[in-house]
DNA sequence: ATCATCCGTGTAATCGATTCCATGGCGTCG
DNA sequence: CGACGCCATGGAATCGATTACACGGATGAT
């Protein structure tokens, strides 16, 4: 592959007159400037962005670790990141966590090794060594949907109370009394969070959140099914059951067929984050969206503003309910799904 | 950061010396190695990727350039792929294409210029003169998926003509005579080999599949609920659509939905590549099914074959029918879904 | 006419690793 | 006892860019 050697020789100039045409140097002659641009064209000439990097010490690269690439929540937000790093001039590196601790830590490593110019974290745990020394470290890193208590960097979240308020009233509404929730681990922000508004907005209307009625999740579909399971196993099972993330929704959704039970007129279900399949799943499922695409470009502009030293800013957006069938009620007619 | 030179002066060694630690050269005394490793530990020493990657002219990375991440079959793609790339020692970096050839380009330049040591692609469209380029310049490449004839790199992809005969068959016995179809972009092998593997098995029952029943779509969702649309429109709409890919499908759900229709009743639907979502779709969706995972491990070896010298191979594993009650008949229990 | 300035350009240092080659010490063999 | 070879090690070149610095020539001011 040529390198701006060739080309400097073909233009018949030194290295330092073509890297000035390339990165627009305004003391470059007309002249010089098209035999190079010349040159360039004639070998198919791309700089190497490996050897800019190490003379830079930049990347022009973020990284983005996200919890799970199969959770749909999370394709669409990585798809998102992508499109608005590309808008500032950033590529997007992503790992995938797998929910699993370890593996988060080896793709945080990674990232660091390749001299990523900044960090997009959406922490699969309560934050290992490794995180802290990060952050600590001096690498500018954003976190995005989940945080870490303790380590002080931007935050760019949803905020779900209100929405889940929204939602028990709801529920409420309709009847139900008895309401579960599947809760993520206890590990994550948005594990904790949901479960607390939960318990917040039942209290507010004066019922009880029973442990028994507390499942514990993983955010995978299979924890999803065995916590519902449970559930239908008690002598006064739930009459709802929300789940915490969408894949949760799925397990339980399996569990509750497999009991050859009917939603909602046996048992109600609704979940955390609204996915497009949702409008289209037996029955259509009410479930709190998130403002994915904003969430996505709020991190990202939070980072560009660390790592190019201006103040970013923690961003916190409301979430909001949307009502389908999988509670039964009013939203009955599919027309209105949409 | 620290760098190799501070470990030589913390080490007490040269660099050199440093180097062999780490790269576990035989020639090194055990003292020396000790005090090198102590003196990484004491520093937190990483290599620095971008530095080594300029002097071995490798990175140990791949390119992934997918059509649509929003589509789960190439999210799963993409993850299995990940996966034993990194049992190989490779990190992978993604690219989104949206179906949209020019990203695909940007894409695809970007991992170049970044010297990963090898690409896979599921080509978004007929092949642009820059992928012909690519192939030509000598990077290493594999297309997975989807393919361009002519050029000549090794393929690995899923023959579902089998699958899609035992759909059709499967649809005859059902009744069904009038089946429609949801094409891809033309531009695309799979969009092509679907359709025809679909003419090829109803002329094999003695069927034929009018230009009216062709639906051109661009394997996203819109576009499959513009194209039954179109077909409910008919004088005579036909009793089956089969979507050439999942997200199709779900437009086609939205499209029949939309009329007030039912799904197997009034129209029957089936759908090129199985996700986890058709099992809870209302009806859940008979499907054929790709084997992903064995896709992706088959195209990361044949690529890491290809970067490491040795010869690929290309692959060609067969699709298979997962009958659920979509397009109604026998498979109507529910319980036998999973 | 003289001097300061500015412009275009080239030379060379630099980023952080890897690796070739030279060197000195030591053991082995004839 | 001398020669040879091997081993551990360091010095220095190298990868492909960017960029500080130096330099010569042209221009403008006085």
Not at 78 to 102: C, H, K, M, Q, T
Not at 163 to 175: E, F
Request: proline share 6%; hydrophobic share 45%.
């Amino acid at each position: 592959m040529a390198s701006i050697k060739d080309v400097a020789a073909e233009a018949g100039v030194s290295v330092a007159t073509v890297s000035r045409v390339l990165n627009s140097h305004p003391s470059v002659s007309e002249e010089a400037r098209t035999r190079v641009l010349a040159a360039v064209e004639a070998l198919g000439y791309r700089p190497n962005a490996v050897a800019r990097s190490l003379r830079t010490a930049q990347t022009r690269t973020l990284g983005l670790v996200i919890s799970d690439v199969l959770n749909p929540y999370f394709t669409e937000l990585a798809r998102f990141v992508e499109e608005e790093a590309r808008a500032l001039g950033y590529s997007v590196i992503i790992g995938n966590a797998d929910e699993r601790p370890e593996l988060q830590d080896h793709h945080i490593r990674t990232l660091i090794d390749r001299r990523i110019d900044g960090l997009l974290v959406s922490p699969a745990d309560g934050g290992s060594p490794l995180m802290r020394d990060v952050a600590l470290g001096g690498t500018p890193m954003v976190f995005v949907d989940r945080w870490i208590p303790g380590i002080d960097v931007p935050v760019v979240r949803a905020d779900g109370t209100s929405a889940v308020k929204d939602l028990v009233a709801h529920l409420h509404g309709l009847g139900h009394r008895r309401l579960a929730i599947i809760a993520g681990p206890a590990a994550t922000t948005t594990g904790n969070e949901r479960v607390e508004a939960f318990r917040e907005a039942m209290r507010g209307l004066g019922l009880a959140l029973p442990d028994a009625y507390i499942g514990q999740g993983d955010f995978q579909a299979a924890s999803g099914r065995r916590a519902t399971e449970r559930f239908l196993a008690l002598a006064e099972p739930p009459e709802v059951v929300f789940a915490a993330d969408n894949l949760m929704a799925l397990g339980a959704l399996d569990a509750i067929r497999a009991r050859g039970l009917r939603v909602p007129d046996d048992i109600a279900l609704a979940a955390f984050d609204d996915i497009p399949w949702f409008v289209h799943t037996d029955p259509p499922i009410t479930a709190i969206a998130q403002p994915t695409a904003d969430l996505a470009r709020a991190a990202v502009r939070a980072l560009a503003d660390l790592i190019e030293g201006r103040t970013p800013q923690s961003v916190t957006l409301p979430a909001r309910l949307v009502v389908r069938r999988s509670c039964g009620g009013a939203a009955t007619n599919q027309r209105s799904d949409r």
